[in-house]
């Protein structure tokens, strides 16, 4: 069945190139554009959402996160999981917040 897809010509650039689809997602996020402002060098704005949420659906955006941000700490010399956190006592405090901004333990 594959022997029967040309190697060349829309069909296989379309459904085989998916440089195009990460440059307009690449595009998106630097910009902060809206989709539909896409420019016309870049596939249509239904392709790209299609694969981002496609992406999104199947964890190849973490996979790509994660490979980065462990690629980005290798690069610093460090460790490719942090070993240890901080946390300030306003950052407890704040947490301690119900979303209506008053303390979880006064509603008790």
């Known amino acids: ?9 829309i069909y296989f650039e379309t459904v085989n190139n998916v440089t195009m689809p990460v440059n307009g997602l690449m ?17 249509p704005r239904s392709t790209v959402n299609d694969y981002f949420c496609r992406w999104n659906y199947d964890g190849t955006l973490d ?10 700490r290798q690069m610093a010399g460090l460790e ?16 301690e917040k119900d979303p209506m901004g ?7």
């Open 80 to 95: 490719t999981s942090p070993t240890a956190a901080i946390i300030d006592s306003q950052s407890v405090k704040s947490a």
């Open 1 to 9: 069945m594959l022997a029967d897809i040309p190697r060349h010509g």
């Open 63 to 72: 996979r790509i996160h994660h490979a980065l941000y462990v690629q980005c």
């Open 27 to 43: 595009y998106i996020l630097s910009t902060g554009c809206q989709w539909a402002s896409l420019p016309k060098d870049l596939p």
């Open 102 to 108: 008053q303390r979880t333990a006064e509603l008790w």
